[in-house]
């Protein structure tokens, strides 16, 4: 219940901030969007399955790229939004394939590799991308349709990962997190169940990928296939709570409120201290905000898998006398 | 096709990866964690050389004794005052602290060297006639040096006290504990060697390759790439896939173009992944 209060109060606020906020609220907004997206689904392989690795934005880039290509053929970003992420989820079928083979720093940074990858690739390629000099989009003139669609995307995850928190799917992804040999002796189907997490969590990073490309009118492999996205994204899940519904979504806020700050202040370090709040969380709260709020049973923080909690500790059906024996 | 000189390129670029790649999988092997910032101790190590050679105008060989010295300390810091506390934690904690040092670093050097290119010309310039071929002297230098420094460590491995130590470190900690072996002391040293070695790599390549604050995403990686393909903790795994990555890459680049030749360090990888996990001549992968 709780949980269902917090999704619809902030879903609500943020639906109201482009009718009474700022330019300046917007384009902040919309970044938080996007970043809550990404979060949200880097949560799902990492948090949920333990699978944490570098290389998300690999499908916020090919999706970016492949949205920002078909605007350029035409069509209207919606659709090429749609096509991005149906790009990214075609990417991560035969990579996950292949990297979940391996665990832990193996698979971390062997996806990051990749989206170095990918990087070269939209650098190489320059036939089709322009290289280094980026692809120019012809901006949109009303920011309000795809400031909601980055808004059905961001809520749509944290309502994903709400309802995954209390279903028999989501403890199956916990087990693989916590024994993955363990949970395939309990019958858990763990290859087809890992690959089919990495596969969701690459749709929505590319969907967003591309609206984001939408949004600057403009993509270069820089912007795409930036490692700072990478750690943002990451930082944010870590700072919030991995393996929690609510973390990535209190991580994104707050993180990028402190990075606004810092980029305002101190534009020269700017990236050099984001590392360095990075560490801070990584040495000083590396439970997360979320899961520090949890054990302290603070009063506006749901419990991790209430439904569950609530249909386990119903009491048994009485048993009849043929059962017992 | 000149398939002997293009097999002469990739060798002695091989030579160089070998150096970076050891003291990477070095590191793994005690820490068992993949140091992400062990291509911008690299990056550090070359630009470093740069400003020796050309700011302060003293001769390479210096660059080559102080940069390693230099690169130890920096690597022996993170070590002990970050990745120390991390060690008994989950892995994604080390992880993340070695990408937020490695966002740290570049963005440092951006500060203190700028965001471009260095070149140190005139630094081991001319070629060598060798085997029938015209060698770049600077090339030759390089991988002489790498490859003697890679072997030097691996005999230390071998056949001292402290590099069984290592090793019994890396192949069962708890028995090593038992022995009254060190783990903080073995660590700490090994930490210190692989940056050094990283920075050594620099050095190297700084007379061949420009440098600039970014490239250590650039070749620290691939160093990731030959340890998966050799094997990771086999060092002499990490030689082996060193040198043929090495010629990998150079073919490639000569087919395909500089970018594919890059890429395909990572088709490799990915090949080497699905066939045999393990790598070459590793331990296992699933740590």
Same mark, same amino acid.
């Given at each position: 219940?709780?949980?269902?209060?917090?999704?619809?109060?902030?879903?609500?606020?943020? /639906?109201?901030?482009?009718?009474?906020?700022?330019?300046?609220?917007?384009?902040?907004?919309?970044?938080?969007?996007?970043?809550?997206?990404?979060?949200?689904?880097?949560?799902?392989?990492?948090?949920?399955?333990?699978?944490?690795?570098?290389?998300?934005? *690999?499908?916020?880039?090919?999706?970016?790229?492949?949205?920002?290509?078909?605007?350029? /053929?035409?069509?209207?970003?919606?659709?090429?939004?749609?096509?991005?992420?149906?790009?990214?989820?075609?990417?991560?079928? $035969?990579? !996950? !394939?292949?990297?979940?083979?391996?665990?832990?720093?193996?698979?971390?940074?062997?996806?990051?590799?990749?989206?170095?990858?990918?990087?070269?690739?939209?650098?190489?390629?320059?036939?089709?991308?322009?290289?280094?000099?980026?692809?120019?989009?012809?901006?949109?003139?009303?920011?309000?349709?795809?400031?909601?669609?980055?808004?059905?995307?961001?809520?749509?995850?944290?309502?994903?990962?709400?309802?995954?928190?209390?279903?028999?799917?989501? %403890?199956?992804?916990?087990?693989?997190?916590?024994?993955?040999?363990?949970?395939?002796?309990?019958?858990?189907?763990?290859?087809?169940?890992?690959?089919?997490?990495?596969?969701?969590?690459?749709?929505?990073?590319?969907?967003?990928?591309?609206?984001?490309? #939408?949004?600057?009118?403009? %993509?270069? $492999?820089?912007?795409?296939?930036?490692?700072?996205?990478?750690?943002?994204?990451?930082?944010?899940?870590?700072?919030?709570?991995?393996?929690?519904?609510?973390?990535?979504?209190?991580?994104?806020?707050?993180?990028?409120?402190?990075?606004?700050?810092?980029?305002?202040?101190? $534009?020269?370090?700017? =990236?050099?201290?984001?590392?360095?709040?990075?560490?801070?969380?990584?040495?000083?709260?590396?439970? !997360?905000?979320?899961?520090?709020?949890?054990?302290?049973?603070? &009063?506006?923080?749901? @419990?991790?898998?209430?439904?569950?909690?609530?249909?386990?500790?119903?009491?048994?059906?009485?048993?009849?006398?043929?059962?017992?024996? | 096709?000149?398939?002997?000189?293009?097999?002469?390129?990739?060798?002695?670029?091989?030579?160089?990866?070998?150096?970076?790649?050891?003291?990477?999988?070095?590191?793994?092997?005690?820490?068992? %964690?993949?140091?992400?910032?062990?291509?911008?101790?690299? +990056?550090?190590?070359?630009? #470093?050389?740069?400003?020796?050679?050309?700011?302060?105008?003293?001769?390479?060989?210096? *660059?080559?004794?102080?940069?390693?010295?230099?690169?130890?300390?920096?690597?022996?810091?993170?070590?002990?005052?970050?990745?120390?506390?991390? +060690?008994?934690?989950?892995?994604?904690?080390?992880?993340?602290?070695?990408?937020?040092?490695? #966002?740290?670093?570049?963005?440092?050097?951006?500060?203190?060297?700028? !965001?471009?290119?260095?070149?140190?010309?005139?630094?081991?310039?001319?070629?060598?006639? =060798?085997?029938?071929?015209?060698? /770049?002297?600077?090339?030759?230098?390089?991988?002489?040096?790498?490859?003697?420094?890679?072997? =030097?460590? &691996?005999?230390?491995?071998?056949?001292?006290?402290?590099?069984?130590?290592?090793?019994?470190?890396?192949?069962?900690?708890?028995?090593?504990?038992?022995?009254?072996?060190?783990?903080?002391?073995?660590?700490?040293?090994?930490?210190?060697?692989?940056?050094?070695?990283?920075?050594?790599?620099?050095?190297?390549?700084?007379?061949?390759?420009?440098?600039?604050?970014?490239?250590?995403?650039?070749?620290?990686?691939?160093?990731?790439?030959?340890?998966?393909?050799?094997?990771?903790?086999?060092?002499?795994?990490?030689?082996?896939? +060193?040198?043929?990555?090495?010629?990998?890459?150079?073919?490639?680049?000569?087919?395909?173009?500089?970018? %594919?030749?890059? @890429?395909?360090?990572?088709?490799?990888?990915?090949?080497?992944?699905?066939?045999?996990?393990?790598?070459?001549?590793?331990?296992?992968?699933? /740590?």
């Amino acid at each position: 219940m709780k949980s269902l209060v917090i999704i619809v109060v902030s879903a609500a606020l943020a /639906a109201v901030i482009p009718f009474v906020g700022s330019e300046y609220a917007l384009s902040f907004t919309v970044q938080l969007f996007v970043f809550v997206a990404l979060a949200y689904s880097w949560n799902l392989i990492g948090g949920y399955a333990g699978y944490t690795h570098f290389g998300q934005v *690999a499908f916020f880039g090919v999706g970016a790229y492949t949205g920002a290509l078909m605007m350029d /053929a035409g069509f209207h970003w919606l659709l090429a939004a749609g096509a991005a992420g149906l790009s990214g989820a075609l990417l991560a079928l $035969p990579l !996950g !394939g292949a990297m979940l083979r391996v665990k832990g720093p193996f698979f971390a940074i062997g996806m990051f590799g990749m989206a170095r990858v990918c990087e070269s690739f939209a650098l190489g390629f320059d036939g089709i991308t322009q290289g280094g000099t980026g692809l120019y989009l012809t901006p949109v003139t009303d920011l309000k349709p795809l400031y909601f669609v980055l808004w059905a995307i961001a809520f749509g995850m944290v309502v994903l990962t709400w309802k995954l928190d209390n279903s028999r799917l989501g %403890i199956q992804l916990l087990a693989i997190r916590e024994d993955e040999t363990a949970a395939d002796a309990l019958g858990i189907r763990t290859t087809r169940l890992k690959i089919g997490t990495f596969v969701a969590s690459a749709i929505a990073p590319a969907a967003v990928g591309s609206l984001y490309a #939408t949004y600057l009118s403009f %993509i270069d $492999p820089a912007t795409a296939f930036a490692p700072m996205t990478e750690l943002t994204t990451i930082a944010m899940v870590l700072l919030g709570g991995m393996g929690t519904t609510f973390g990535p979504l209190v991580g994104a806020v707050v993180m990028s409120v402190v990075n606004e700050l810092l980029w305002s202040r101190f $534009p020269e370090i700017y =990236l050099a201290l984001v590392g360095a709040v990075i560490l801070a969380v990584v040495l000083f709260m590396p439970r !997360g905000i979320v899961s520090f709020a949890m054990r302290r049973a603070w &009063w506006w923080v749901p @419990a991790a898998r209430s439904s569950l909690r609530r249909l386990a500790s119903r009491p048994a059906p009485s048993r009849s006398p043929k059962e017992a024996h | 096709m000149p398939v002997f000189e293009l097999l002469i390129a990739g060798i002695l670029l091989g030579g160089l990866y070998a150096l970076m790649a050891c003291g990477l999988n070095l590191v793994f092997g005690v820490m068992r %964690i993949i140091n992400f910032a062990h291509g911008d101790l690299l +990056a550090v190590g070359a630009l #470093t050389t740069v400003s020796i050679v050309t700011g302060l105008h003293l001769p390479f060989y210096v *660059a080559i004794v102080v940069v390693p010295l230099l690169t130890a300390a920096l690597g022996l810091a993170m070590q002990v005052l970050v990745l120390r506390r991390l +060690a008994d934690g989950p892995m994604i904690m080390s992880l993340l602290a070695t990408f937020a040092l490695s #966002t740290i670093l570049v963005n440092l050097s951006i500060l203190i060297w700028g !965001g471009g290119y260095r070149g140190l010309p005139g630094v081991l310039g001319g070629s060598v006639h =060798l085997l029938g071929l015209d060698v /770049a002297l600077s090339r030759l230098v390089s991988f002489l040096v790498a490859m003697a420094v890679t072997l =030097l460590v &691996w005999w230390f491995l071998q056949s001292t006290r402290f590099g069984r130590a290592i090793r019994s470190v890396s192949q069962a900690p708890e028995l090593a504990v038992i022995n009254g072996i060190s783990i903080d002391a073995v660590r700490n040293v090994t930490f210190a060697l692989g940056a050094a070695m990283a920075g050594l790599a620099g050095v190297l390549l700084a007379p061949t390759f420009a440098s600039d604050p970014q490239l250590g995403a650039r070749f620290g990686i691939k160093a990731f790439a030959v340890i998966i393909v050799g094997g990771m903790g086999s060092y002499p795994g990490a030689m082996a896939a +060193a040198l043929l990555l090495g010629v990998l890459e150079v073919f490639g680049g000569y087919w395909f173009g500089q970018v %594919i030749g890059s @890429a395909m360090l990572f088709l490799v990888m990915l090949v080497v992944l699905l066939v045999r996990p393990r790598g070459l001549l590793g331990m296992g992968v699933r /740590a």
